[in-house]
Structure formats: structure tokens, C-alpha cells
């Protein structure tokens, strides 16, 4: 009897195959960008000592290579405040033509948080708009520019949190666009780095990072009014190129910043600091351009993941390209405790009625002798 149920407990097993379980179900690998790159609140750098901030995190990382040469805390899930404005711009930009009328609404003009001036039945262009979002960090300007997508917020939010993931920023989850301090919502210094990468390749975003000034409408169509870039260090460190700032009573001050020196594009991204952002990140992009040829890597900024190919129907599709190999699941082997749970699950249906049945069928072949004594 026991040599019949080790071969079935053999057969169930090799019909169930390894005992792994895949990437997916057991978490990442590590965090994204790199082992150092964690989300414990320390400094972490190799080859020079870096300026002391107040930040509870930030990163500082070459754009063109992808480097990052300088971290503490890079993945802590923090809220963003209008730094998330950067990934709103992502997913707006690519759909939105630039010489679109919009006309102001009561919902635009209501909407809490920091505002540009978008007045009920103004007119504006969506470039207007954006140059609202970016240098004033207007809200307003936000619900104008979602409000004319197609889906408004709710499918701007999906497609914010779909692009976040597209470019493996894990960190970041999307509840208000806007980057107000909404239930759920937080991003990471990692994933803000990601978001400048990927915004500062585009032409427009890089441009309206980069604007010190612009003119908005009054209200009654009386003449116009300045309106001034928030991030400082556009106006105070050389060769900056901008990006976005951030504050809400609950994130504290958050900020995006990057500059071009000596032939590298620096990027600075801090959050949750008290006071002193500005001073802070200057310091921050000093020391790296000072101690570049020092500095070794201690992390990299993931690229960003090829949309799904699709067919000529348009549905993703579901065979390689011809000559290029499927690829693998990564996979991780489970403890014992853990195979003898995933077993249960994993072995088919008909493996369990296996031992009865065979038990059954030895008891109608014993010998007719032993069974009348039974009797």
C-alpha cells in the first residue's frame, strides 16, 4: 500500500511540474533599478560624500546615460504633491492639439489648490493651458486640460497610472491628477526621475519646463497679467532647465529639477523636505557635476517598455515575431511549506480520484476465498 500511494504522489507531482512560482506572484526581484536602490532612509552613494538635505528622499541621476549617482531612500512611497503634475503632462501632451480652443468652466475655477486663472467662459488654447500647469501650477489649468480629453478625469487617472507602469515607475499610484493630497495617492524620488527622463525627451515638455514667463487673460478680456515659474532654480542656477516643484500641507515641499553642464544632463528629484528645496537641490546638482568623474553608479533609471505589438486589427498580439524567442517567466523556488500549499492547487482534478480508485480496484480483485470468510 505505501509503495502505491508514493507512485501516486509521484505521478500527481511530475503532472504538476516544478514546484516555482513566477516573478508575478511573489513580488519584484529586488527593487526596480537596482539592489542598493531601496526604500530605507539611507544615503547612498560611491565615491564621494554627498551634501547633507533635509528631503526624506531624493535621487540624482545622468539623463542621457541613466545613471543614478547619488540616493536615500529612492523608492519610499511618498505623496507628490503637483510633482505629479509631470506625469499628467506624459499622458496629456501626446493627445492634445496645442491650438485647441478651451473655454474656462465653473468646475475649472472651483477646484481647490493652487490656480492660474482659468475664469468661466474665458477662452484659452491648450497650450495656454499647459504653460498654466507648468509654470504656476495651476490646478485650474489641469481640470481644463483633462476636462477636454475624451474620458475627462476618471480615464486621464487610468491612463496616468497605465503610463506609470509602461515606464516602470512601481511606486506611483494615480487618484487625482492634479497631485492634491487625495486617499491612495504617492509616487516615489525614483519614479519622479523616470517621469523627468521620459518628459524632458519630448520637445514641448522640455519647453514648457524650461519657460520663466508667460501672460494670462484677465477676466472681462482687460489686458493680461505675468505669470512666473515657481521652480527658482530656473532663475538662479546655471544651465538649469526646470521641470516642477510641489506643496501641500501633507506632502511638504517636493521638486523635480534638472540642469545641463559640461556635456551631462543632471536630474534632481526630492520629497517630503520642510524648507530649503531650492538650496538643497542646487547643492545636490554642485556636488555631482564637481565629483562626476568620482562618482560610480549606484542604480540605473529603468528604460522605458515597447507598447505591445498589435495586429493589423489592432489587438495585441499573441505570437513573437519570427525568429525571436518567447520570453521566459522568471521564477522563484518555493519553501517547503510553500510547495506543499501550491501543490494542492496545482495538481489536475483527476489526480486526487487516482488512490480511490485504485484502492477500489484491488478490493474487486482479492480473492474470492477472502472475501466469504469476511461473511
Given at each position: 500500500?505505501?509503495?502505491?500511494?508514493?507512485?501516486?504522489?509521484?505521478?500527481?507531482?511530475?503532472?504538476?511540474?516544478?514546484?516555482?512560482?513566477?516573478?508575478?506572484?511573489?513580488?519584484?526581484?529586488?527593487p526596480?533599478?537596482?539592489?542598493?536602490?531601496?526604500?530605507?532612509?539611507?544615503?547612498?552613494?560611491?565615491?564621494?560624500?554627498?551634501?547633507?538635505?533635509?528631503?526624506?528622499?531624493?535621487?540624482?541621476?545622468?539623463?542621457?546615460?541613466?545613471q543614478?549617482?547619488?540616493a536615500?531612500?529612492?523608492?519610499?512611497?511618498?505623496?507628490?504633491?503637483?510633482t505629479?503634475?509631470?506625469?499628467?503632462?506624459?499622458?496629456?501632451?501626446?493627445?492634445?492639439?496645442?491650438?485647441d480652443?478651451?473655454?474656462?468652466?465653473?468646475?475649472?475655477?472651483?477646484?481647490?489648490?493652487?490656480?492660474?486663472?482659468?475664469?468661466?467662459?474665458?477662452?484659452?488654447?491648450v497650450?495656454?493651458?499647459?504653460?498654466?500647469?507648468?509654470?504656476?501650477?495651476?490646478?485650474?489649468?489641469?481640470?481644463?486640460?483633462?476636462?477636454?480629453?475624451?474620458?475627462?478625469?476618471?480615464?486621464?487617472?487610468e491612463?496616468?497610472?497605465?503610463?506609470?507602469?509602461?515606464?516602470?515607475?512601481?511606486?506611483?499610484h494615480?487618484?487625482?491628477?492634479?497631485?492634491?493630497?487625495?486617499?491612495?495617492?504617492?509616487?516615489?524620488?525614483?519614479?519622479?526621475?523616470?517621469?523627468?527622463q521620459?518628459?524632458?525627451?519630448?520637445?514641448?515638455?522640455?519647453?514648457?519646463?524650461?519657460?520663466?514667463?508667460?501672460?494670462?487673460?484677465?477676466?472681462?478680456?482687460?489686458?493680461?497679467?505675468?505669470?512666473?515659474?515657481?521652480n527658482?532654480?530656473?532663475?538662479?542656477y546655471?544651465?538649469?532647465?526646470?521641470?516642477?516643484?510641489?506643496?501641500?500641507?501633507?506632502?511638504?515641499?517636493?521638486?523635480?529639477?534638472?540642469?545641463?553642464?559640461?556635456?551631462?544632463?543632471?536630474?534632481?528629484?526630492?520629497?517630503?523636505?520642510?524648507?530649503?528645496?531650492?538650496?538643497?537641490?542646487?547643492?545636490?546638482?554642485?556636488?555631482?557635476?564637481?565629483?562626476?568623474?568620482?562618482?560610480?553608479?549606484?542604480?540605473?533609471?529603468?528604460?522605458?517598455?515597447?507598447?505591445?505589438k498589435?495586429?493589423?486589427?489592432?489587438?495585441?498580439?499573441?505570437?513573437?515575431?519570427?525568429?525571436?524567442?518567447?520570453?521566459?517567466?522568471?521564477?522563484?523556488?518555493?519553501?517547503?511549506g510553500q510547495?506543499?500549499?501550491?501543490?494542492?492547487f496545482?495538481?489536475?482534478?483527476?489526480?486526487?480520484?487516482?488512490?480511490?480508485?485504485?484502492?477500489?480496484?484491488?478490493?474487486?480483485?482479492r480473492?474470492?476465498?477472502?472475501?466469504?470468510?469476511?461473511?
Open positions: 500500500m505505501r509503495l502505491l500511494l508514493t507512485a501516486c504522489a509521484t505521478t500527481a507531482l511530475a503532472v504538476a511540474g516544478p514546484l516555482t512560482a513566477t516573478a508575478a506572484d511573489q513580488g519584484p526581484q529586488g526596480v533599478g537596482g539592489v542598493l536602490l531601496t526604500a530605507k532612509p539611507t544615503v547612498i552613494a560611491d565615491g564621494a560624500a554627498p551634501p547633507a538635505v533635509q528631503a526624506s528622499a531624493y535621487v540624482v541621476a545622468d539623463l542621457d546615460t541613466g543614478v549617482l547619488a536615500k531612500a529612492p523608492h519610499a512611497k511618498l505623496r507628490p504633491a503637483s505629479l503634475k509631470t506625469l499628467t503632462a506624459l499622458v496629456l501632451l501626446p493627445r492634445l492639439k496645442k491650438t480652443p478651451v473655454i474656462g468652466s465653473d468646475a475649472d475655477a472651483g477646484i481647490i489648490g493652487s490656480k492660474v486663472g482659468v475664469y468661466p467662459g474665458l477662452h484659452y488654447t497650450d495656454l493651458l499647459f504653460q498654466g500647469m507648468f509654470l504656476a501650477s495651476g490646478n485650474d489649468a489641469v481640470h481644463a486640460l483633462c476636462a477636454h480629453d475624451q474620458g475627462g478625469i476618471p480615464a486621464t487617472i491612463r496616468m497610472n497605465a503610463k506609470a507602469k509602461e515606464i516602470g515607475a512601481l511606486d506611483t494615480v487618484t487625482d491628477p492634479t497631485g492634491l493630497d487625495a486617499d491612495g495617492q504617492y509616487s516615489s524620488a525614483y519614479d519622479l526621475a523616470l517621469f523627468a521620459a518628459g524632458l525627451a519630448r520637445q514641448d515638455f522640455a519647453k514648457y519646463a524650461s519657460t520663466k514667463y508667460t501672460n494670462f487673460p484677465n477676466a472681462g478680456n482687460k489686458g493680461t497679467y505675468q505669470v512666473a515659474n515657481q527658482k532654480l530656473l532663475f538662479n546655471d544651465g538649469a532647465l526646470g521641470v516642477k516643484t510641489g506643496y501641500t500641507t501633507l506632502a511638504r515641499n517636493t521638486f523635480v529639477g534638472a540642469a545641463r553642464r559640461n556635456g551631462h544632463t543632471l536630474v534632481v528629484t526630492m520629497m517630503n523636505a520642510p524648507h530649503g528645496i531650492t538650496e538643497d537641490a542646487s547643492n545636490l546638482l554642485t556636488w555631482t557635476f564637481t565629483n562626476y568623474g568620482k562618482l560610480k553608479p549606484v542604480g540605473t533609471l529603468v528604460k522605458e517598455q515597447a507598447p505591445p498589435t495586429t493589423t486589427q489592432g489587438k495585441p498580439a499573441d505570437k513573437p515575431a519570427s525568429g525571436t524567442a518567447r520570453p521566459q517567466r522568471s521564477r522563484t523556488v518555493l519553501s517547503p510547495a506543499v500549499q501550491s501543490l494542492a496545482r495538481v489536475p482534478v483527476w489526480a486526487y480520484a487516482g488512490p480511490p480508485v485504485l484502492l477500489l480496484g484491488l478490493f474487486l480483485r480473492p474470492r476465498t477472502l472475501r466469504r470468510r469476511r461473511h
